[in-house]
C-alpha cells in the first residue's frame, strides 16, 4: 500500500523548485542528489543522476536545472548566460526561458544518450500542478505522462 502511495506521488509530483520531471531516460544512474546554489546572481535548483564506474568513480548522466534570476530576461540573455556557465559548451544540452527570469536546462551525457532521450527529457519538463514549490520529492524514471 506504501509502495503503491509512493508510486503515485512520484508520477504526480515530481518536483524541482516547482517543476516536475515527467521523464528520465531509462539507464540513468540511480545515485540521486539535489543542490541549490547560486552563480553570478542567478539561483540554481539542480538535479543531477551518476552512476558508479568500475574504477570507482562517479559519472554524471544527467542534470536537471532550474533558474531563477533577474537577468534571464529573454532568450538570447539565457543563451549569454548558460554560454558563459558552461564555458562555451552547450553540447549535450536543451533549454528554454519558461517566462522571464525563469528558465530550465536539461544537460546529459550525450556518449550514452541521444538527442531523442534529450529532446524527451526537456519535453518532460513542465510547472507543477501541485500546489507550492516543494523539493526533494521522488521523481518518475518511467516514461512521460501525457498532458
Do not use: N
Not at 15 to 42: A, K, M, N, R, T
Not at 78 to 98: H, K, N, T
Amino acid at each position: 500500500m506504501i509502495a503503491a502511495m509512493l508510486v503515485a506521488l512520484a508520477l504526480s509530483c515530481g518536483l524541482l523548485d516547482g517543476f516536475e520531471i515527467g521523464h528520465v531516460p531509462p539507464g540513468v544512474g540511480e545515485q540521486v542528489s539535489d543542490f541549490s546554489y547560486e552563480w553570478e546572481e542567478v539561483r540554481f535548483a539542480s538535479r543531477v543522476w551518476e552512476r558508479r564506474l568500475d574504477d570507482g568513480s562517479h559519472r554524471v548522466d544527467l542534470t536537471v536545472l532550474v533558474l531563477r534570476g533577474e537577468r534571464l530576461s529573454t532568450p538570447a540573455a539565457l543563451r549569454a548566460f548558460l554560454s558563459s556557465y558552461y564555458e562555451g559548451d552547450l553540447a549535450d544540452a536543451a533549454y528554454r526561458l519558461v517566462e522571464p527570469g525563469v528558465a530550465v536546462v536539461v544537460k546529459m551525457d550525450g556518449d550514452r544518450f541521444g538527442p531523442g532521450e534529450l529532446r524527451a527529457t526537456a519535453a518532460g519538463i513542465r510547472p507543477s500542478i501541485c500546489s507550492g514549490r516543494r523539493e526533494g520529492l521522488p521523481h518518475s524514471r518511467g516514461p512521460s505522462r501525457p498532458g
